[in-house]
């Protein structure tokens, strides 16, 4: 699992448009953060989510919106199931 957090909504649909297109990956949601932070969460295998973990650090951060890209390659078995959409 794959989780990339931006500034602004802007940011984090090119850095996700462009994980989809480069990586074997799942969209599973955005969701909202704190007050400016917007975050989506992707799963794949430990590789794919890696790769497109890559891309979005370098899509968003040429807007200036990168805040945090981390992967979870082992996630909890209560983060199994999909999380709640804000």
Do not use: S, W
Request: glycine share 10%; net charge negative.
């Amino acid at each position: 699992m794959g989780l990339v957090e931006t500034r602004t909504t802007i940011g984090l649909v090119k850095a996700l448009d462009e994980m989809l297109k480069n990586a074997d990956v799942v969209y599973e949601g955005r969701y909202k953060v704190g007050y400016f932070l917007t975050a989506c969460v992707v799963r794949g295998e430990t590789g794919a989510v890696e790769t497109a973990l890559d891309v979005a650090r370098r899509t968003a951060g040429q807007y200036g919106e990168l805040v945090a890209a981390y992967a979870i390659p082992f996630p909890y078995d209560n983060m199994e199931a999909r999380l709640p959409h804000a």
